[in-house]
């Protein structure tokens, strides 16, 4: 099921992405062969336009260096610095600097792939030539110089003391987090050791100090930057890139919230439909409702498996409206996880169908006493994937439900009369006592031992008549699981006394030749104490 639904996930239709892709195929198909080489022109450190046309016998950039020299030669000229633009030939035009033309755009500078139009590319050029011989201006200005130079000293400062204050705040907060930790370490000791939540808060602290140091930083560079006329343009680029930044995420928080909102009602209503399958199976768990299709021990993981299938099926609802879901990158996380699930998960779904198949069969259940193979003990927790039971010398084994299925199991709390589980211990005695008293001797010791249930009562049986022997078994119930080892140390210890207090050797006689007399018991003796006089084969 749970590949089932992320390959739903990954067949989302995608037709409006692949036709763009095709489209931007298209495009970058073009040979760059065709394309014209192109040369930036850049005065004082400002971008004017892309140089993109050809002049017979020079270059891209033997135009630029021709262009800026004009420049310099109409700022030298003098006047008010105005910019104009006038026709040219050929539908071009031409941009003047105090009446002199510094440069023409040709149609051949527009940008095919953005399709501007010569109108767009002179108006750009002008006003960021406008801004550049500003700038050039302004740079020939000692007191102007000085002027920026006293701002960004002044920003140097402003800069020191806001990590001065960081710096001293961070020791404020540590000093105030060691005294909170001091004053609640005993309550926080359940959860966490004292001293590594102290270094957890020590780390955030940190964080928050290097974060506020690299935003103040920011700002400082900014600002010193856009004081200079020949660095100003690294300043505006710096802010706007921070604006651009802040605005991208408020946005996409503000594109993000349909989806998140539409996210919150999903979880809201699953979670309470989760309620309502844990409100129903409890009940049945707890045996105060029945239903005919269900156990009461196989609710419990019904239970689950319903809440994790439910979960899963709002997952894949949810999915589509995760921020940033359409992305790549999610897309390929989504393949990486497909590719770890198909690789790993063929051995976990046939541990998990021999989990399932055994819950739902009631192979066992908790607090049952169970032999499965080598491994005897109590069952402690029946998973999906494996079970774990508690033997009798106190160690947990953890035991895969495939083993399980595979492997021959004894229940010894099933098919019995009454609670408790079976217990039974065999003894071998010889022909020459009564089997009539070795019984009684079997159930005396099997009265007098605690943790055995009076009822259904103790009952003794002979399993095998042997060359030199008679094997009898002696079977109980113990009351609880968890008492089965010390109960039947109890019971082998009674069994001796009571044997030992009649005379009866349990060692089994072994010999190589007929003895003097012949083994048997003579009828005077067959109800020898604590043999019951009631007693008869017939009965046994």
């Given at each position: ?9 990954w ?10 892709a095709?489209?931007?195929s ?14 930036p ?6 971008h ?36 104009s ?48 011989v500003?700038?050039?201006r ?5 007191q ?10 002044l ?24 005294k ?6 005993d ?9 590594q ?37 690294w ?28 996210i ?30 269900m156990?009461?021990?196989t609710?419990?993981p ?6 994790g299938?439910?979960w ?9 409206y ?14 990486l ?11 976990l ?9 055994m ?34 010398s ?5 035991v ?17 009369e009454?609670d ?13 006592t ?12 099997a ?25 009898y078994?002696?079977t ?21 006394d009571v ?12 010999y ?29």
């Amino acid at each position: 099921m749970l590949c089932l639904l992320i390959g739903a996930i990954w067949t989302i239709p995608v037709s409006a992405e692949e036709n763009q892709a095709t489209d931007l195929s298209i495009i970058s198909a073009q040979s760059k062969q065709d394309l014209p080489e192109t040369f930036p022109l850049e005065f004082m450190n400002r971008h004017i336009f892309t140089i993109r046309s050809d002049v017979a016998g020079f270059s891209q950039q033997e135009q630029a260096t021709s262009i800026l020299n004009r420049i310099k030669l109409a700022m030298e000229k003098g006047g008010d610095d105005k910019i104009s633009t006038h026709p040219a030939p050929k539908g071009g035009r031409f941009i003047e600097l105090n009446g002199l033309r510094v440069f023409q755009i040709k149609p051949d500078d527009t940008d095919i792939i953005t399709g501007e139009s010569v109108d767009e590319v002179a108006k750009n050029a002008a006003e960021n030539l406008q801004t550049a011989v500003h700038d050039a201006r302004e740079q020939s200005s000692k007191q102007f110089m000085i002027k920026g130079a006293g701002f960004a000293l002044l920003a140097s400062l402003v800069f020191y003391l806001v990590c001065r204050i960081i710096y001293w705040g961070e020791r404020k907060l540590i000093s105030r987090f060691q005294k909170w930790i001091q004053a609640w370490a005993d309550k926080l000791a359940v959860a966490i050791h004292p001293e590594q939540a102290m270094n957890s808060l020590i780390f955030l602290v940190n964080l928050a100090k290097w974060a506020l140091v690299s935003m103040a930083g920011y700002q400082w560079a900014t600002i010193s930057l856009s004081q200079f006329p020949y660095t100003r343009p690294w300043g505006e680029k710096l802010h706007s890139y921070l604006i651009d930044t802040v605005t991208e995420i408020l946005l996409a928080i503000v594109n993000a919230l349909p989806g998140l909102v539409v996210i919150f009602i999903i979880v809201l209503l699953t979670r309470f439909a989760s309620q309502l399958i844990k409100a129903f199976f409890a009940r049945i768990e707890s045996g105060e409702t029945s239903v005919p299709w269900m156990a009461e021990e196989t609710a419990k993981p019904t239970r689950k498996i319903s809440q994790g299938l439910l979960w899963l099926f709002a997952f894949a609802m949810a999915y589509p409206y995760l921020p940033g879901s359409e992305t790549e990158a999610f897309r390929g996380l989504s393949v990486l996880v497909g590719i770890m699930l198909s690789i790993g998960g063929s051995g976990l779904v046939g541990q998990a169908a021999s989990g399932l198949i055994m819950i739902y069969s009631r192979v066992l259940r908790e607090d049952e006493y169970v032999k499965i193979g080598e491994t005897e003990g109590v069952v402690t927790t029946v998973g999906v994937f494996s079970t774990k039971i508690r033997t009798a010398s106190g160690e947990e084994v953890n035991v895969p439900n495939s083993m399980i299925g595979n492997a021959i199991t004894v229940n010894s709390s099933r098919l019995i009369e009454g609670d408790g589980l079976v217990a039974h211990t065999c003894v071998t005695i010889g022909y020459d006592t009564p089997w009539r008293q070795v019984h009684g001797m079997l159930l005396q010791a099997a009265k007098n031992t605690p943790g055995l249930r009076s009822e259904p009562k103790p009952f003794e049986a002979q399993t095998a008549l042997s060359d030199y022997y008679v094997e009898y078994r002696l079977t109980a119930q113990v009351e609880r699981p968890e008492i089965r080892r010390i109960t039947m140390t109890t019971l082998h210890a009674n069994i001796q006394d009571v044997f030992n207090e009649y005379g009866v050797q349990i060692m089994s006689p072994h010999y190589k030749g007929d003895p003097l007399e012949k083994i048997w018991v003579p009828k005077e003796q067959w109800f020898e104490a604590p043999a019951a006089e009631a007693v008869e084969a017939k009965s046994i």
